[in-house]
């Protein structure tokens, strides 16, 4: 059983972090690069869309910086596939089919208690920006997408209206409380670079952990059809 964790979830977490890399050097990084040069008090006027290569003031191609950014995503990756096929692992022994198609939607899932559902109240934010306390935005992120996962969990497998009861609760409690929020919201960078800083970060986080769901799904299909191969030869 660990063999067949740790082998689906290193290749669909490999997969989705390299793509997710790719995706975030290409769109993500010109728009924070751009930002920072606000931050600096560089009011450099171009594009925010253009890519790094593109311009000069964005400092270019680095292989040192982006790749270690590539195998950091990669990581962090392997780590979600970790999680999300233990996950699945549990919900095959209730009963749940798991394949590449069903891997979609746990990767949807997967995106929505990650990303969608702290971004709700704490947005993804470009430097230069006012902010609170980072410790205090850390330890609600964490709370808010275990939330999130725990209400996902109940309202897949939940089976009853207590358990869909508590999901909403889990769900709405974290942004009913509140996100950690600065005294004073300023800062020099436009709300346009901010804005597709942000819906571009939501972009690529949804395009890896579909990825991830669909390829963790796959290898651990294929993964259980060889083990009971191997148990019937």
Do not use: C, K
Request: glycine share 12%; charged share 10%.
């Amino acid at each position: 059983m660990f063999t067949r964790l740790l082998t689906s979830a290193l290749f669909a977490g490999a997969v989705a972090g390299l793509i997710a890399a790719l995706l975030q050097l290409f769109f993500v990084q010109p728009v924070l690069l751009h930002a920072e040069l606000y931050e600096g008090g560089e009011l450099v006027h171009f594009g925010a869309a253009s890519s790094v290569s593109a311009h000069p003031e964005l400092g270019g191609i680095d292989p040192v910086r982006d790749g270690l950014s590539v195998i950091f995503t990669m990581l962090v990756y392997s780590g979600y596939g970790m999680m999300l096929v233990a996950l699945m692992a549990l919900a095959q022994s209730r009963g749940a089919r798991i394949d590449a198609r069903s891997g979609l939607v746990w990767g949807m899932a997967g995106f929505i208690a990650v990303h969608l559902a702290p971004g709700f109240s704490l947005a993804p934010e470009v430097p230069g920006v006012a902010a609170a306390d980072i410790h205090a935005r850390q330890a609600w992120w964490f709370v808010t997408a275990i939330a999130a996962a725990v209400a996902l969990w109940l309202i897949a497998f939940g089976g009853n209206w207590a358990a869909w009861g508590a999901a909403v609760v889990l769900l709405l409690a974290p942004h009913v409380i509140g996100a950690p929020e600065p005294d004073v919201f300023t800062g020099p960078v436009p709300t346009e670079i901010g804005a597709l800083f942000a819906a571009r970060a939501y972009g690529v986080g949804l395009a890896a952990w579909v990825m991830l769901g669909g390829l963790a799904g796959y290898f651990w299909s294929r993964e259980s059809v060889a083990a009971g191969r191997a148990q019937t030869a």
